[in-house]
């Protein structure tokens, strides 16, 4: 059976996406192939989706509609140069975080490229994906893209500009709410709770006040609002929050990760 669907660097992203892609029927496994330099990767690969593997680049790149791109940023040229002149032309959709169209269109002319930007929810179907068509994406590439990501979660189009900002946001902001939710769970065992205990309490309280904000539409702020009692234990809180500037330091995160998205895409065209 040939194959539809080739992903270059078998990872964490590229499992998170394609574990849903096959749950979701939206490709069988034997139409799949996975390229990867570690055999022992390779095996997981095979004994866990019965996806079709290689350890060489170009098997991947015989897929007949999409080629995904989930290699780390600092090897691309590697996997450029390990794909040169490559007869087929699947679209080419990369995850990378960084790496412009205009590199990965260098790499790849006269190609329908999209960037994207997943994040790790997507392992559970909750991810968020931003994509930016390249110059030769038409619309029903487009279309292909939306889907793969739809499968994995919400999906929003924006302007390859906003890419490095989505980065810093979507893509690494579930390490910084993880974060949260540990520390949320260390301040219940010093505050005396198991760590167990704390530890779901700290989890749900982060996903049942997600799900508040995203079904009632209202302003985290004002959520906020109707949690401080006057005179109350939240107000503390918040008032310690503000002290060791919360706010700031996740701003300040964000942006430090655009900034390094940035620098990421700058390195991959020198
Ligand atoms: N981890 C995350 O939360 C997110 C990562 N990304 C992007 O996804 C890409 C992959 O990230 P992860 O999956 O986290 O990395 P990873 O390190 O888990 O996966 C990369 C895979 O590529 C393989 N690889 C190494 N050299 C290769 C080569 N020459 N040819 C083919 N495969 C090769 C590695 O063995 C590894 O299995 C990165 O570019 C990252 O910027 C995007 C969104 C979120
Ligand atoms: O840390 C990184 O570089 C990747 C991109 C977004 C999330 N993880």
Redesign the pocket.
């Known amino acids: 059976m040939s194959i539809r669907l080739g992903i270059?660097?078998?990872?964490?992203?590229?499992e998170a996406i394609l574990s849903r892609l096959l749950k979701k029927n939206i490709y069988s496994p034997e139409t799949v192939l996975v390229?990867?330099?570690?055999s022992q990767?390779r095996n997981f690969w095979v004994n866990t989706y019965g996806v079709q593997v290689s350890e060489d680049?170009r098997e991947a790149a015989r897929a007949t509609e999409v080629l995904i791109l989930?290699?780390?940023?600092q090897?691309l040229e590697?996997?450029v140069n390990?794909l040169l002149g490559i007869p087929e032309k699947p679209l080419i959709i990369s995850?990378?975080?960084g790496v412009t169209l205009n590199r990965l269109e260098m790499g790849f002319p006269d190609r329908p490229v999209i960037r994207t930007?997943?994040?790790?929810p997507a392992t559970v179907g909750q991810g968020v994906t931003a994509i930016a068509p390249g110059r030769h994406a038409e619309p029903e590439h487009l279309a292909v893209a939306r889907d793969i990501f739809a499968a994995v979660g919400a999906v929003v189009e924006v302007p390859e500009a906003l890419m490095d900002a989505v980065t810093g946001l979507s893509?690494s902001g579930?390490a910084f709410v993880a974060l949260m939710v540990e520390a949320l769970s260390d301040g219940g065992v010093a505050a005396g709770l198991p760590r167990a205990i704390a530890s779901q309490l700290a989890l749900e309280t982060v996903l049942g006040t997600a799900t508040l904000l995203k079904e009632s539409a209202i302003h985290p702020g004002e959520l906020k609002d109707r949690v401080t009692s006057p005179g109350g234990t939240t107000i503390a809180g918040v008032r310690q929050l503000e002290k060791g500037s919360f706010r700031s330091t996740i701003i300040e995160a964000v942006v430090a990760a655009y900034h390094r998205s940035k620098d990421l895409g700058r390195s991959s065209e020198k």
């Open positions: 270059i660097g078998g990872g964490v992203m590229a390229s990867e330099p570690q990767r680049n989930a290699i780390k940023p090897i590697q996997v390990s995850i990378l975080a930007m997943p994040n790790t893509g579930p």
